[in-house]
């Protein structure tokens, strides 16, 4: 079985364009959770999806926003890129919405230049 | 006061060693407890959730101190192998969020 699968695995943008990255959840997990670990840190929570609806949201700014679409894939999206930005961003999902079964994504290394 | 506070490190020690990782939270109505493995450049893994009886899986045990807000990892006789970044996590919303609050990890390097 496939694993929570992320796209793309790298990439580089330069300050004040936009990203766009994609998660698709282990079959039958019906929750996403997006993260941002930067070098030498913990990861630090940004949303999560369930249902297709926001259920948290951690604190960063407007310029981050996600959405999750009916096969609950998740999109993350980032407007107006900073150098601090760049980070590993993970996806992470799970069947009912708890952290138990949790399955984290390998990550999309953003770089921003 | 960060809200999972774990040892610095980093930790270097030799094959065989027991070797314990330390972190406390913050938040008293946390419920749910975690370690999870970060090799470099990879995502992280759970590596076993903490019991307030306490837990054994193989060489690692954890333990939780919920009166002291205080979470450990022992692992014993180290392998080459463990040699990773040891994150403490916790969740406070009773696993029923999916919110999981980091420390910024404890790196160990297990040497021949």
């Known amino acids: 079985d496939a694993g929570v699968t992320q796209s793309p695995t790298h990439l580089i943008k330069t300050r004040g364009q936009h990203v766009t990255l994609r998660c698709s959840p282990i079959s039958g997990h019906k929750s996403v959770s997006w993260y941002q670990q930067v070098l030498g840190q913990g990861p630090q929570f940004i949303f999560q999806y369930y249902e297709k609806e926001e259920r948290g949201r951690g604190n960063f700014p407007d310029r981050f926003s996600a959405r999750q679409f009916p096969n609950y894939s998740s999109e993350l999206n980032v407007n107006a890129l900073l150098l601090g930005d760049s980070a590993l961003y993970l996806c992470a999902s799970s069947l009912a919405g708890t952290t138990y079964g949790y399955t984290f994504g390998s990550g999309t290394r953003l770089t921003v230049v | 006061r960060k809200e999972v506070e774990q040892d610095p490190g980093p930790f270097n020690v030799p094959e065989g060693a027991t070797v314990a990782f330390n972190c406390t939270y913050s938040?008293?109505?946390?419920?749910?407890f975690f370690w999870y493995r970060q090799d470099c450049r990879k995502e992280p893994k759970l590596l076993m959730s903490v019991y307030s009886s306490g837990n054994e899986d193989g060489r690692f045990t954890a333990q939780l101190n919920r009166a002291s807000q205080y979470i450990s990892l022992l692992i014993r006789d180290s392998k080459l192998s463990d040699s990773a970044t040891y994150l403490c996590?916790?969740?406070?919303?009773?696993?029923?969020?999916?919110?999981?609050?980091f420390g910024k990890g404890t790196k160990l390097s297990v040497k021949p």
């Open positions: 938040n008293s109505a946390s419920q749910s």
């Open positions: 996590v916790v969740n406070s919303f009773g696993g029923s969020q999916g919110n999981l609050i």
